[in-house]
């Protein structure tokens, strides 16, 4: 009795083992799960949002790796992130801190916002207004912001919000000038985004930080519901937003 014990202990062990190999290599090569903590990628991406990222989409530097192993330097199988993409990468200012922003600003490109427009080696991008984004606070008061559809000059289209109009102190920026093997990267919540145009902070981003592509999302709750307020679930997910790609 004492060995048929041990034996079903040691396949239960064996098999908890495989299952953390197999979530760990999955994590690593394949796709990650990552969540909205913050608005600054709204309406694009909602705080309670949970995605995908694909970890191949750009190859596979040490921050691909669990706790960012510095097992190698650079990137393995390196695909250049596209502009347009909402991309996860490590903050640089620490190299730890997860962050999730647009890719804006390629290698060399001259990057700018006058006025509130973006401007993309001295050329105005395309922005068209459209309806204003309203929400409520957690006061029930309404909400609203000018809400646009911006046009990368590759043809990407996108929405961005401005609740300070164009007056904010990130509407007129300099000329950041992105270096070599860097990506200057922004939110699509323009006035309440802490993103590259904060250079002691954010600035620009090394190709090895990026961690990978936002794909889809396959959760997301307004964070009205604790986990245990079962009964109030099916007020609290936004089930319209699951699958939905992240674009």
């Given at each position: 009795m004492s060995k048929k014990n041990t034996g079903g202990t040691w396949e239960t062990v064996k098999t908890i083992v495989y299952a953390v190999l197999i979530a760990v290599v999955i994590r690593t090569v394949a796709f990650e799960p990552f969540n909205i903590p913050s608005g600054s990628m709204v309406p694009s991406l909602l705080i309670g949002d949970y995605l995908f990222v694909s970890k191949y989409s750009y190859g596979y530097s040490r921050y691909s790796l669990p706790f960012g192993l510095p097992l190698f330097e650079g990137r393995i199988f390196p695909s250049e992130p596209e502009r347009g993409d909402v991309a996860v990468f490590k903050l640089p200012s620490d190299n730890s801190t997860d962050y999730i922003k647009r890719v804006i600003g390629l290698p060399g490109d001259r990057?700018?916002?006058?006025?509130?427009?973006?401007?993309?080696?001295?050329a105005p991008v395309e922005r068209k207004q459209i309806d204003d984004y309203v929400t409520r606070d957690a006061l029930g008061n309404t909400r609203r912001a000018r809400q646009y559809v911006e046009t990368l000059p590759n043809g990407r289209s996108h929405l961005i919000i401005e609740y300070d109009g164009d007056s904010a102190p990130t509407d007129n920026t300099p000329i950041y000038v992105v270096p070599?093997?860097?990506?200057?990267m922004m939110g699509d919540n323009r006035d309440n985004s802490q993103d590259s145009r904060y250079l002691d902070y954010v600035g620009f981003v090394p190709f090895e930080n990026m961690v990978g592509r936002a794909e889809f999302l396959f959760f997301s709750t307004d964070g009205s519901a604790a986990i245990w307020e079962v009964w109030r679930w099916p007020w609290a997910i936004r089930f319209g937003r699951f699958f939905n790609a992240v674009e």
């Open positions: 990057i700018q916002v006058v006025g509130g427009v973006l401007h993309i080696n001295g070599p093997g860097h990506y200057f």
